[in-house]
């Protein structure tokens, strides 16, 4: 079964500054991995996806994540974060034989000193 | 096209209560599922459906039901209601092919169980 650890479980950054949110997941073969963010009261919204590929992916918000196979990690990355970027990030992997098991880490909440 | 719907916002009951929390989807999706989101644990999935007349059981099943009826709808009964389901509920729904992981999420349900 995969899971998916996120060691920080909350993070302040200076706006402005650059972010690097951690995720490590356990999976026997390549995952399928992805980066939800949820605002305050609001449910889950995409950010981003790893299937296959280059092993760094953009999406949306200016939100960037690589996949390191060796070390079995997908960290996401904002080279720029702005104030409207506090909220809470959940690392998330599927299993690539059971498509219905996508198992969420426990989040990282993110507040931004403007 | 209003996405994955679910009410009601906030709902609190008294312990061994039963109630219904709807969810509903307009895109046409196969797959839905019901998480439940408890701080520090991210989101832990409850049941999932594959289609209409398929459900199965997710990593935290005991003291909830569901039916699908239609591909629509996704309802997700609690029994008897426990003070350890209080948490926040929220209903996502998915397509088939390459859109297979892109979980798209209801506003989720606040439950307060006294």
């Not at chain 1, 706006?15 to 690097?20: D, I, K």
């Not at chain 2, 309802?75 to 948490?87: F, G, K, N, V």
């Amino acid at each position: 079964a995969q899971s998916v650890t996120q060691p920080d479980i909350h993070i302040t950054v200076s706006e402005g500054a650059s972010l690097e949110l951690r995720c490590n997941y356990s999976y026997g073969a390549t995952p399928y991995l992805f980066w939800y963010v949820q605002s305050p009261g609001q449910g889950l919204q995409l950010l981003l996806k790893y299937f296959s590929g280059d092993t760094l992916v953009q999406g949306i918000k200016g939100f960037e994540a690589e996949f390191k196979r060796s070390q079995s990690s997908f960290n996401l990355r904002k080279p720029s974060v702005h104030w409207s970027d506090a909220a809470e990030y959940f690392c998330a992997v599927g299993a690539r034989t059971s498509y219905d098991k996508v198992i969420f880490g426990p989040g990282t909440s993110l507040s931004v000193i403007p | 096209n209003a996405g994955v719907t679910q009410t009601p916002k906030f709902q609190v009951l008294k312990t061994g209560q039963s109630m219904t929390l709807q969810c509903a989807q307009d895109m046409n999706h196969e797959y839905m599922s019901w998480y439940r989101q408890d701080p520090g644990m991210g989101l832990r999935l409850i049941h999932y459906s594959v289609g209409a007349g398929i459900t199965d059981q997710g990593e935290v099943p005991n003291g909830y039901n569901v039916s699908r009826s239609t591909t629509e709808d996704f309802p997700l009964r609690l029994l008897s209601a426990a003070p350890s389901q209080t948490s926040v509920y929220f209903c996502a729904s998915r397509g088939g092919g390459v859109r297979l992981y892109e979980q798209y999420f209801g506003p989720g349900t606040r439950l307060t169980v006294t």
